[in-house]
């Protein structure tokens, strides 16, 4: 019914700057949250930035000033900015959003993209 398409990943030196992308498809009638979640080899997923309906967003301390969520309603998409990239940043990024499939379905369903691996490496 509806799937997330991510983009942007890849090998970039400690500095460096990346842009990922996160499209959403299928049967949608509205997009609440959109967000970015990452995980590292042996670690737990979590989240790293979202950004609400209304454009409010927030992020994980560790990101904080590096990195920029935004989002393009009319594409249903979701952008993240990533900048001054450490390389405690490697990990696979997630988006994730709330999605609401039609106007007579009054809940909204959680959906994530299939992953991207950013490497931060010299």
């Known amino acids: 019914q509806v799937q997330l398409v991510e983009s942007g990943g890849g090998l970039v030196q400690p500095g460096g700057s990346l842009r990922l992308s996160c499209a959403a498809s299928?049967?949608?009638?509205?997009?609440?949250?959109m967000g970015w979640y990452r995980q590292a080899p042996g670690k737990e997923r979590e989240l790293v930035a979202v950004i609400t309906g209304i454009s409010s967003t927030n992020y994980a301390d560790s990101v904080k000033g590096r990195f920029t969520i935004s989002r393009d309603n009319a594409k249903n998409t979701v952008y993240l900015q990533m900048n001054s990239l450490k390389p405690e940043d490697t990990a696979v990024y997630y988006c994730?959003?709330?999605?609401?499939?039609?106007?007579?379905?009054?809940?909204?369903?959680?959906?994530w993209g299939e992953g991207t691996l950013v490497t931060v490496s010299s």
């Open positions: 994730k959003m709330v999605i609401r499939s039609s106007s007579g379905i009054s809940y909204a369903v959680d959906y």
């Open positions: 299928g049967r949608i009638f509205s997009i609440y949250n």
